[in-house]
């Protein structure tokens, strides 16, 4: 089974702190995606990378940086939190073998910033 | 760019029989997904359609028609576990791996 874990389920920091959240898959899956969901909006794709150290911005990557040092690690970095960042961050992989294949989605954290 | 449309809500009761609408405008297309999330956890994959048609898996059934941008779930014998949210999810011809969520439908199941 594919199990992508991410660091924290619940975080609480403060407007002005820099946020690191961690995402890592165990299946050598070449592309990783962070995703931020919020009533009424749905998912959506902040930053993803289709190999090491590579990135492309998503829908919505103001305010957020993205680091992928190792295949299986992916990182989102809030350099300064805001409050209008508080919400359900998703982090997902995908293989690149098969058009059929699913994205598989950690848990989730979700994210307050006061 | 893509836009994606489905119902925010909808009620069924248990045992029946329950249609979640899908409708999307895309630039390119090369297949659309289904996932199921319960409150609080992360999506889980239900279905993926690319081809014209109906795709079944037990209780589940997903519909896709191309020249409509059009699909439907339909979930059948309703249970109170079917009570969740369900997202449809279209793939950018540009670039495969990237998919597009839609806002997801919230399904209660009610006795």
């Known amino acids: 089974d594919v199990k992508v874990t991410q660091s924290s389920r619940y975080l609480v920091k403060r407007t002005g702190e820099k946020v690191f959240l961690e995402c890592v898959q165990d299946m050598d899956h070449e592309n990783m995606f962070w995703y931020r969901q919020d009533p009424g909006l749905g998912l959506r794709l902040i930053y993803f990378?289709?190999?090491?150290?590579?990135?492309e911005k998503g829908d919505i990557p103001e305010g957020y940086s993205v680091s992928r040092e190792k295949k299986e690690r992916f990182s989102l970095i809030l350099e300064s939190a805001s409050t209008n960042q508080t919400s359900m961050y998703l982090c997902?992989?995908?293989?690149?073998?098969?058009?059929?294949?699913?994205?598989?989605f950690g848990p989730g954290t979700r994210l307050l910033v006061l | 760019g893509q836009n994606i449309d489905q119902p925010t809500e909808m009620t069924a009761t248990e045992g029946a029989i329950v249609q979640i609408n899908c409708t999307y405008q895309?630039?390119?297309?090369?297949?659309l997904f289904w996932y199921q999330q319960h409150a609080g956890e992360a999506p889980t994959f239900l279905s993926y359609?690319?081809?014209?048609g109906l795709e079944e898996k037990g209780r589940f059934s997903s519909f896709l028609s191309r020249s409509k941008g059009y699909s439907y779930l339909l979930l059948k014998e309703l249970q109170m576990k079917d009570s969740a949210s369900y997202l449809c999810a279209v793939r950018d011809r540009r670039g495969y791996q990237k998919v597009t969520f839609g806002t997801g439908t919230k399904l209660q199941v009610i006795p």
């Open positions: 997902a992989s995908h293989p690149d073998r098969g058009v059929a294949e699913t994205q598989y």
């Open positions: 359609n690319v081809l014209d």
């Open positions: 990378s289709y190999d090491v150290k590579m990135k």
């Open positions: 895309t630039s390119g297309f090369n297949g």
